[in-house]
C-alpha cells in the first residue's frame, strides 16, 4: 500500500548508511529486500553482494516455539542480556500469521518494548505474507544487511508452525526450541521433527507455581533428547529450564550457546554447515527461478491447462502429462 509513496534512496546511501550502522537505513533496505517490486529486489541483491566482503562474523541463533511460549519475552530478557554485555543484537521476527491480522506484531513491539529501545539491538518483525517460498529468501538477505551493519547476535524468531522452523535451520548456527511443560508438547508427533533439529530446549515460564512442572520437564525433555541419534554435528542438545519474568536461566542459556559453538568451531561442523548452507541457498533459489519461469510461461500455462482438461477426461495419466508438460518446457519454454 505504501510501496508507491516510499521513497527509495541511492544506492550509495544504503551502502554508506548499513556500513556506519544506521538502524533506519538498515531498515529502509530490509523493506527493499521484502518489495515485490523487482527494481526494489535487484537493488537490494545488488547491495547485498557489495556488502558481503565487507560483513561481520556474527552468531545467528533461530528460535522458536508454539504460540505463546513465550518467545517474544524470552527474547526481550534475553537480547537485554547481550546488549549489557556490549553486543548489537538484531532480532528479525518472521510472523507467519500477520496475513490476516497485524495483531502479533503489534503485540511483539510491546512485549519486546525494552530491547526495542536499546540503542544496541534492532528489531524487525517480517510479515511472511503470501511470499511464495521467498521468506528464507528475504530473511537471509536481511541477516546479510545486519551482519553488514555490525550487529554481534541476529535472532531469528519464527512460530513453531512447520515450515518455517525448516528454513530458519538452514540459516542459523545455533537452533534454540522454546517449550512449555504441561502443555501436552511433549506428547505431540510433531514436536518430535522439532526437537529433533534442535541445539538447545529452553523450558520456558519456569517461576512460582509453574517451576515444579518445568524442572519435571527439564528432566523429560532431556530424556527424550538421549534417545535420538546425536546430530550431525555431534553436539547433544542440552536442555535447560528459564523465566523471562524472572530473568533466570537467560545467563546459562547464552552459555549453552557458546559451549555449542566452541564445540562445533573445533570439530569444523560450524563453518562446514555455514558452507551447506550457502549451497541451499543456492539451489533453493535456482528452484525458484525455474518455477517463476514456469509461471510466466504463457504457452506452458496453456499447454498445462489442456493437460489438466485430459487428465479429469481420463485421456491421459499424469505421469505422462507431467512428461509431455516438460519436454514442451525443455524444447520451448524458456523461451517464453
Ligand atoms: N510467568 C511467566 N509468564 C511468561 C514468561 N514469559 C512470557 N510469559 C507470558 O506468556 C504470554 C506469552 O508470551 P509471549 O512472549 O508473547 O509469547 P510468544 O511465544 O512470543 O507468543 P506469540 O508471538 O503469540 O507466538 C504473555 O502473557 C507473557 O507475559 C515467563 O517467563 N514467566
Ligand atoms: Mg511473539
Known sequence: MKKNTRKRLAFKDYFQGIINGDKVILAQAITLAESRLKSDSVLAEKLVAK???????????????????????????FGKYLTELGKKVAVL????????????ILGDKTRMEELSKDPLAFIRPTSTGNALGGVANRTREAVLLCEA?????????????????????????????LMLAGSGDELQGIKKGIMEMADGIVVTKADGENLKKATQAQADFTHALHLFQLPESNWQARVLTASAIEKKGIAKTWEMINDNLAFTQSNKFLQRNRQLQQLTWFQENFELALKESLRKNVSIQKEKEKLERKILANEITPLHASKALFKKFLSAGNRG
Not at 558481503?52 to 511460549?69: D, E, F, W
Not at 521476527?93 to 502479533?104: E, Q, V, Y
Not at 554481534?152 to 528454513?167: K, L, M, N, P
Open 51 to 77: 556488502l558481503i566482503p565487507l560483513k561481520n562474523v556474527s552468531i545467528r541463533l533461530g528460535i522458536t516455539g508454539s504460540p505463546g511460549v513465550g518467545k517474544s519475552t524470552f527474547i526481550e530478557a
Open 93 to 104: 521476527a518472521i510472523d507467519p500469521s500477520s496475513t490476516k491480522t497485524k495483531g502479533s
Open 149 to 177: 551493519a555490525g550487529f554481534d547476535v541476529i535472532i531469528i524468531e519464527t512460530v513453531g508452525v512447520g515450515q518455517s522452523e525448516t528454513a530458519v535451520r538452514n540459516m542459523v548456527d545455533f537452533f534454540l526450541l
